[in-house]
């Protein structure tokens, strides 16, 4: 059994905070009006996205060392000249000053995941997808039915907000980025995404999700072979999902060779709040 120590959780951590600092710069250019910026702070970046948006934390301080309080005013000074929240990442390899220094300045629980990871092996063989489906490559053009398609699968089949489409779709303009569809003859009922991180070694992946009616028929473990079969064809040696716990995602994961490295949790504090 491997032993998570802190430059394992390094590699980890970063299945995170790559693909958040590619979806700032990508905003940055063709959303210029959110003001989205990915600045490296602390060992890791600080990321902003759009006020309300799931995407835009500091993710990776703390695990170089201890962090000095100029860079927490920093990382204060980043999100609130945005208007928004303050959000740290934190997790057990984290140094502990880190998570002292939050309390002190007020940071609250707002989030908690599990990390789960599995090395890969290129020459492994990952079993096919279930009859009757086919599993391919989102095309460029494809990137609005695979957003309206994962987004679906989220909502249970509900139409999602636009903004989650406009959160998902521009994935495909990113360096890198891997995207799944899943057909049913002609229509698309499963999406799955994810990034490759080559200075890593490493597949972040996400996204994935599957139209209520399709459910119940091993198309999310299947994806997730497919995407690791992806990575290790371009010499990744690991993969990495990020899950709430307890869901079908984690119990997948699972499944399929994948082992819990640990709990993280995302500290947030609200302006005016002590």
Not at 143 to 149: K, P, T, Y
Not at 208 to 232: E, H, V, W, Y
Request: charged letters at 25%; glycine letters at 12%.
């Amino acid at each position: 059994m491997d032993f998570v120590d802190q430059a394992l959780a390094r590699r980890l951590e970063a299945a995170e905070e790559i693909p958040q600092v590619y979806y700032a710069r990508l905003y940055a250019q063709v959303k210029p009006e959110i003001g989205a910026a990915a600045e490296e702070i602390g060992g890791g970046h600080m990321v902003f996205a759009g006020v309300g948006s799931p995407i835009g934390r500091a993710v990776g301080l703390g695990l170089d060392g201890p962090v000095a309080a100029e860079t927490l005013d920093r990382v204060e000074e980043f999100y609130r000249s945005k208007g928004a929240p303050a959000q740290v990442d934190v997790c057990p390899l984290t140094d502990l000053g880190l998570l002292e220094a939050l309390k002190e300045r007020g940071y609250q629980m707002a989030e908690l995941n599990n990390v789960l990871y599995r090395w890969l092996r290129r020459e492994e063989e990952f079993a096919p997808g279930p009859g009757g489906l086919e599993i391919r490559r989102g095309a460029m053009d494809e990137a609005d039915l695979w957003a309206d398609v994962v987004g679906r699968g989220f909502f249970d089949g509900k139409q999602p907000p636009p903004e989650f489409q406009g959160m998902f779709a521009p994935l495909f303009q990113i360096p890198d980025a891997v995207a799944f569809l899943v057909w049913a003859g002609k229509t698309a009922v499963a999406g799955a995404g994810g990034l490759l991180i080559p200075e890593r070694k490493m597949i972040a992946m996400f996204g994935a999700a599957t139209l209520p009616d399709f459910r119940g028929r091993g198309i999310q473990s299947a994806l997730l072979r497919r995407r690791m079969k992806l990575a290790a064809d371009q010499h990744c040696d690991l993969a990495v999902t990020v899950t709430r716990g307890g869901t079908t995602s984690q119990r997948n994961a699972e499944r399929l060779g994948f082992r819990l490295a640990y709990s993280k949790a995302t500290l947030l504090k609200n302006w005016g709040k002590s």
